[in-house]
C-alpha cells in the first residue's frame, strides 16, 4: 500500500505565491514520473507540471515561467512552486505519483486533492 500526503495550498491574492508538497510513504521500490495536475469547477482535469526520476520538467504553456516542480528522491517528495498566480489558476490540484514496487510493477497514485484559490 502507498500514501500520498500533501500540503500547501489556500487563498492567495492576484501575484501571490504558494507551495505544495506531496510525500509518498509504503511499499515504494522507486519512483519514476511525478506530476501535478488541476481540476477548475465545470473543467476537465489538466497537467500542469511533471518531472521524471532524472530531473528533465515539463509545463503547459499556461504556467511556464511562473510555476516549477521539484523533488526530493531519498524523501519520495514532489513540490510545487508557484509564483505570480492568477484568478485562473483557481482549481483543486492533484498530484500524481507512478511507484514501482518490489515485483518492478508500475501503479500511478493521485494525491487526494488541495485548493488553491486565486482572489483579491
Known amino acids: 500500500q502507498v500514501q500520498l500526503v500533501g500540503s500547501g495550498g489556500g487563498l492567495v491574492q492576484p501575484g501571490g505565491s504558494l507551495r505544495l508538497s506531496c510525500a509518498a510513504s509504503?511499499?515504494?521500490?522507486?519512483?519514476?514520473?511525478m506530476g501535478w495536475y488541476r481540476q477548475a469547477p465545470g473543467k476537465q482535469r489538466e497537467l500542469v507540471a511533471i518531472?521524471?526520476?532524472?530531473?528533465?520538467?515539463n509545463y503547459p504553456d499556461s504556467v511556464k515561467g511562473r510555476f516549477t516542480i521539484s523533488r526530493d528522491n531519498p524523501k519520495n517528495t514532489v513540490y510545487l512552486q508557484m509564483n505570480s498566480l492568477k484568478p485562473e489558476d483557481t482549481a483543486v490540484y492533484y498530484c500524481?505519483?507512478?511507484?514501482?514496487?518490489?515485483?518492478?510493477?508500475?501503479?500511478?497514485?493521485w494525491g487526494q486533492g488541495t485548493q488553491v484559490t486565486v482572489s483579491s
Open positions: 509504503g511499499s515504494i521500490y522507486s519512483i519514476n514520473m
Open positions: 518531472i521524471s526520476s532524472g530531473g528533465q520538467t
Open positions: 500524481n505519483v507512478n511507484i514501482v514496487d518490489s515485483s518492478h510493477r508500475v501503479t500511478t497514485y
